[in-house]
Every structure is written in structure tokens, then in C-alpha cells.
């Protein structure tokens, strides 16, 4: 049993768990800022109902990807020693700094939201739930930046210690500002609010469907629809297209890798759903003429490196990452088509809402933008390979050397088992949650008479105090 295989199996397996999370806090978080902001400017109670409803659904969120992401960084020591030891002077200030900053801020604010939320007023519910969604986005920052340190190195030197080959960090603003860093954020980022906002799309339809809560339902949809729309768009005209012009030019061999390019190809095609047969360096597959070259070069005849341009033993495995790309790329062009037509149907007598077969769309589309959303990690990690820091280090090279195969193999198992429990009991939760609805809201009470600033807060607080002690 390789040690390295089932290394990078477990990680990418915990990984890959752990990411079904954070780009539902991301997109939810920020649709519910829209929600407290519609408050504040409209005073419908009903904008109060949702943001209500959803920050129990991201306290759930939340709390599930704390609990499967503290693993990998106990991977890190025990499966990734070498590699650790390698990056640690450049990887651990940029981990860090997510754990302290981010980490805190998003924690501490949910906290006021969940426990103390119904005694908030509205400005201060906008503000805490901005400073949370300011803090999922500042994680991602942090995490986003060291991984796009991994693809695109630089602001480093590599000295010999008593300890090996060490990464020393002699630049924090180019450590920070990789090539990739800013295009890798923002293809990110958006990503995520695409996934948060089918998240809602997908809850209000199956109200629809089942004839619950109607008026929720409908101001839920609406929102997230128009989100989940602009949001396609921009994803496959403008991020998208800017990352793939940042994999051409700093990482071309993952290009080829994505497209099956085998030779040096002018006016080069891009495949829309096809096969690569490896053995005979040939891809199969429905193409569009000179598109490739159009989106990496912005030139119909612009030349694309081909895998015969680089050493074999640097080429990620080719059909796998061909494949998930093209599932994300596949679903990038099919989103903006179910908010149009979503659209199409809400725009003409709000057909949109009791039109079931779109609505059924809308409920599985959580699972779209989830897998879409993963797929395109799984490329830009898979396509990395032979390298766990581009052209610096191998993974080969970065695995513990005191590892044995059954050790992994074992932990491995453990963390299927236990993270196949933590799934169901996220599953458990989140039905029952959506199942039991949003609250009813309380027309007797005046938002605007509860505390809406931190003084106005901590007085409160203190004034409660006070009743209970005399009491």
C-alpha cells in the first residue's frame, strides 16, 4: 500500500467533505445581508421572517464545517511532514492568520446572531450578520491565498537548514499577490455565492411545491433567483474566463491536461463534452472551432502548448482532470439557462412560481452548484500534480517519511465512517429545519425599539443583569 496514494486519497477526501461548507456560508451569508438591508429600508416584517430562518440554517452550516475542517491541519503533521517542514515559514503565517482574524470575527458575531438575534434591533441584526459574512469571506481569503502561493510560488527562497530544504518567505506582498491570487478569489467567491443562493432558491421551491409558507417562499425565490442569475452570468463571461487566462499563462501544461491538447494547436477548439484516450494521445468529443484560442489568448489563431510540449512525468492525470473540468464547465454554461428561463417565467404574471417542473429544477439545483463547485477545485488541485508547490516541490517529496501505508489506510476508514455519520446528521438537521419553517412573526413587537448599537446592547445586558440580581 502506497502511503503517498492513500495520503493524498484522505486528503482529498477530507477535503473535498469540507468543502461542501464553506461556499454555503459565503453565498447564504451574503443573501442575508440583502435580507437585513430590505428590512431596514422597507420594514416588511416578512424580510425579518427570512433572516430569521437562514441564520439558524448557517449557524448548522457553520458549526458542520468547523467540525470537518479542524482535520486537515492535524494532516498536515502527520501525513504531510515533509512538505510542512518545507512551507511552513510561508504556509503556517498565512493559516494562521485565518485562524486568529477570520475565524474569530465570523465565530463571535454568529454567536450574538443565534443566541441573542430576537433582542437585536435592525441595524444592529444588519451589522452583526455583515461582520459574519465579513469574516466567512476573510477565511476564504486566507486559505485561498495560500493555496494560490502553491500554484504560482514566489516572494521566497529556499535555504538549507539541519532540517532540510526550507521555504523562507523574504517578500509578504508577493507571498500575498501571486498571479493567480486575485483571479483565484474572485472565481471563488462567486462560486460560493451561486452555491448559497441555490441554496435558497432550492428551499423556497420545494415550499412552493408542497404549498407551504407561500409568501416566504415567494420573496425567498425571487431574491435568490435574480441572484443565482446575474451571478451564472458573471461566472462564465468574466471569472471564468479570467481564470483560464491565468492557468495559460502561468501553469499551460494543466491547460493542455483540461482540454486534451496533445500538440501544439493553432485556432485550437474547445471541447464541450468529450473523452481523452491517453494511450493513443487522441480526445474525442463535440468542439467548437478556435474557442480555446479565443478565451486563452484572445486570438482565433493563437497557438495552445500541447502535452508533448512539456515531460511526461510533469502531466497531472490527464482523463480525470479533463473530465471534472468539464463537468464545471458543462454546468457553468447550463446555470445561466436555468435563470433565464427562471426568469422568463417570473417576469411574465410570476409564472415562475407555480410552474413544477422548473421548480424541481430549482430544488436539485443545490446539488448542481455543489458538485460544479467541487469539480472545479478537483482541477485546479488535480491539475497541479506531480507538484505540491508548482515546479518546486513534488508531493512525492512532501509526504511524512515514517508513514506506513496501513496507518493511512486505517485513518482513512475512520474518517469515511465518521464522516458519513457527521453527512446524515447534517441531512437530519437541515430537514427538520427546513421542515419545521420559518417562525411566525410577532406583530406586537418594534424592531426599532430594541437595541441597534453595541452601547445600547451592553446597557441592555447590564439593566438584565441588574432585574435578575434584584430578583
Not at 435580507?35 to 421572517?49: A, C, I, N
Not at 475565524?103 to 437585536?120: A, P, T
Not at 463571461?237 to 493553432?266: D, H, I, R
Not at 485556432?267 to 487522441?282: F, K, R, S
Request: net charge neutral.
Amino acid at each position: 500500500m502506497d502511503p503517498e496514494f492513500l495520503s493524498r486519497l484522505q486528503f482529498a477526501f477530507t477535503i473535498s467533505f469540507h468543502f461542501i461548507y464553506p461556499p454555503i456560508s459565503m453565498g447564504l451569508g451574503l443573501l442575508m445581508c440583502v435580507m437585513g438591508f430590505m428590512y431596514l429600508r422597507t420594514k416588511d416584517p416578512l424580510w425579518r421572517q427570512q433572516s430569521f430562518f437562514w441564520v439558524k440554517v448557517y449557524g448548522l452550516v457553520f458549526s458542520m464545517g468547523i467540525a470537518t475542517g479542524i482535520v486537515q491541519e492535524f494532516e498536515f503533521g502527520t501525513n504531510w511532514a515533509d512538505y510542512s517542514r518545507f512551507v511552513g515559514n510561508v504556509f503556517g503565517s498565512l493559516l494562521a492568520a485565518e485562524g486568529v482574524f477570520a475565524f474569530f470575527l465570523e465565530g463571535g458575531f454568529l454567536g450574538l446572531l443565534l443566541f441573542g438575534g430576537n433582542r437585536l434591533g435592525p441595524r444592529m441584526w444588519f451589522v452583526a450578520t455583515f461582520l459574519v459574512v465579513f469574516g466567512a469571506h476573510f477565511s476564504a481569503l486566507w486559505i485561498i491565498m495560500a493555496n494560490s502561493w502553491m500554484q504560482t510560488p514566489q516572494g521566497f527562497t529556499v535555504n538549507q537548514t539541519q532540517w532540510g530544504p526550507q521555504a523562507w518567505m523574504t517578500e509578504f506582498a508577493s507571498v500575498v499577490f501571486t498571479p493567480s491570487f486575485i483571479p483565484r478569489l474572485l472565481h471563488t467567491w462567486v462560486a460560493s455565492w451561486m452555491v448559497g443562493a441555490s441554496l435558497v432558491l432550492s428551499v423556497c421551491a420545494w415550499y412552493l411545491l408542497k404549498h407551504k409558507h407561500i409568501k416566504f417562499a415567494k420573496q425567498g425565490l425571487a431574491l435568490a433567483l435574480w441572484f443565482f442569475t446575474i451571478l451564472a452570468f458573471l461566472q462564465l463571461f468574466v471569472f471564468g474566463a479570467q481564470m483560464a487566462v491565468t492557468v495559460t499563462n502561468y501553469q499551460p501544461v494543466k491547460l493542455a491536461a483540461m482540454e486534451g491538447v496533445w500538440n501544439n494547436t493553432s485556432c485550437a477548439p474547445l471541447t464541450l463534452v468529450g473523452w481523452v484516450d491517453v494511450q493513443n494521445q487522441t480526445t474525442y468529443g463535440i468542439r467548437i472551432p478556435c474557442l480555446l484560442s479565443i478565451l486563452a489568448y484572445m486570438n482565433p489563431q493563437a497557438v495552445v502548448q500541447g502535452l508533448n510540449s512539456f515531460p511526461s512525468d510533469t502531466w497531472a492525470p490527464i482523463n480525470l482532470v479533463f473530465q471534472v473540468y468539464h463537468y464545471m464547465f458543462g454546468m457553468g454554461m447550463i446555470f445561466p439557462l436555468i435563470g433565464i428561463i427562471g426568469i422568463f417565467f417570473w417576469w411574465f404574471g410570476r409564472q415562475v412560481y407555480i410552474v413544477r417542473p422548473l421548480l424541481w429544477v430549482f430544488v436539485i439545483t443545490i446539488v448542481l452548484t455543489e458538485t460544479a463547485t467541487t469539480a472545479g477545485w478537483w482541477t485546479a488541485e488535480i491539475g497541479r500534480q506531480p507538484w505540491i508547490v508548482w515546479n518546486v516541490m513534488r508531493t512525492v517529496d512532501g509526504v511524512s517519511p515514517t508513514l506506513r501505508g496501513d496507518q493511512v489506510l486505517l485513518s482513512l476508514l475512520m474518517f469515511a465512517l465518521l464522516y458519513a455519520l457527521l453527512f446524515a446528521l447534517f441531512l437530519f438537521l437541515l430537514n427538520h429545519r427546513i421542515q419545521e419553517g420559518p417562525e411566525e412573526v410577532d406583530t406586537q413587537l418594534v424592531p426599532e425599539s430594541l437595541p441597534n448599537t453595541f452601547r445600547e446592547v451592553f446597557r441592555s445586558a447590564r439593566s438584565g443583569e441588574a432585574r435578575a440580581s434584584g430578583d
